[in-house]
C-alpha cells in the first residue's frame, strides 16, 4: 500500500459531531487524494491537495474540508457529520516512476 | 471532464475460463487509463495502465488490457480465471491535473 496508513480505521459518530480522519504516507509523494466509495457510485474524489497547504475541492466536497501542513500528513474533517456522510474513506497518493494512484487501507464510518 | 463507464455491474465465468470486464471511456485529450482492484475489505490495488505505446499492456496477476481508442475502450482481461480473481474491478481516467474519475465497478465471481 506504498506506505499509506489511516486512522481510525473504524469510526462510529453521531449527526452533528465534527470527525477528522488523518492519513499519513512515507513515500514524501506530492499530491494526495481523499475518496469516498459507495456502492453504486465507485470511488468520488473529495479533496486533493498538491503540496503543503496547496488543496483543491474534488467533485464531492460539500460538508467536508481537508487541511495539509506537512508533506506527510493529509487531514480530512467533516465539519458537522451527517448520515449520508456514512461511508467508506480512502486516501491515496501519486507518485513513482509510473504515476500511479496507491491507496490507503480505508476508513470506514458510520454516522447515526 | 473525463468519465468512464463500466456497463456491467457482475461478471461470473468458471475456472480456467477466459475473464473480460469492459469499460469505455470520455476524454477531451489523450486518456490515461488505469484498471485497479479491490478485494473485500481492503484498499484498492493498482493493476495495470496505459500512458501511451502499444494498445496491449500487460500488468499484475496475468492481467492485460487492450485499449481501442477508435472504440474509446480499454476492456480488461484474462485467458484463464482463478477463483482468486473473485473481486471487485475499477476502471478510471485521468485528467491532466492528476485526479482520477472512476467507473462503478464490476464485481468479478470465478466459480470453482
Known amino acids: 500500500d506504498a506506505g499509506i496508513t489511516q486512522s481510525p480505521r473504524h469510526k462510529v459518530t453521531e449527526t452533528g459531531t465534527p470527525v477528522t480522519l488523518r492519513c499519513h504516507q512515507t513515500?514524501?509523494?506530492?499530491?494526495m487524494y481523499w475518496y469516498r466509495q459507495d456502492p453504486g457510485h465507485g470511488l468520488r474524489l473529495i479533496h486533493y491537495?498538491?503540496?503543503?497547504?496547496?488543496?483543491d475541492k474534488g467533485e464531492v466536497s460539500d460538508g467536508y474540508s481537508v487541511s495539509r501542513s506537512k508533506t506527510e500528513d493529509f487531514l480530512l474533517t467533516l465539519e458537522s457529520a451527517t448520515s449520508s456522510q456514512t461511508s467508506v474513506y480512502f486516501c491515496?497518493?501519486?507518485?513513482?516512476?509510473?504515476?500511479?494512484?496507491?491507496f490507503g487501507p480505508g476508513t470506514r464510518l458510520l454516522v447515526l | 471532464a473525463q468519465s468512464v463507464a463500466q456497463p456491467e455491474d457482475q461478471v461470473n465465468v468458471a475456472e480456467g475460463n477466459p475473464l473480460t470486464v469492459k469499460c469505455t471511456y470520455s476524454?477531451?485529450?489523450?486518456?490515461?487509463l488505469f484498471w485497479y482492484v479491490q478485494y473485500p475489505n481492503r484498499g484498492l490495488q493498482f493493476l495495470l495502465k496505459?500512458?501511451?505505446?502499444?494498445?496491449l499492456v500487460k500488468g499484475s496477476y496475468g492481467f492485460e488490457a487492450e485499449f481501442n481508442k477508435s472504440q474509446t475502450s480499454f476492456h480488461l482481461k484474462k485467458p484463464s480465471a482463478l477463483v482468486s480473481d473473485s473481486a471487485l474491478y475499477f476502471c478510471?481516467?485521468?485528467?491532466?491535473?492528476?485526479?482520477?474519475?472512476f467507473g462503478a465497478g464490476t464485481t468479478v465471481t470465478v466459480r470453482a
Open positions: 491515496a497518493t501519486l507518485g513513482g516512476l509510473q504515476e500511479t494512484q496507491y
Open positions: 513515500e514524501n509523494h506530492r499530491y
Open positions: 491537495s498538491y503540496g503543503v497547504k496547496d488543496t
Open positions: 476524454v477531451s485529450g489523450n486518456p490515461y
Open positions: 496505459y500512458i501511451t505505446g502499444d494498445n
Open positions: 478510471a481516467v485521468r485528467d491532466n491535473d492528476y485526479k482520477l474519475s
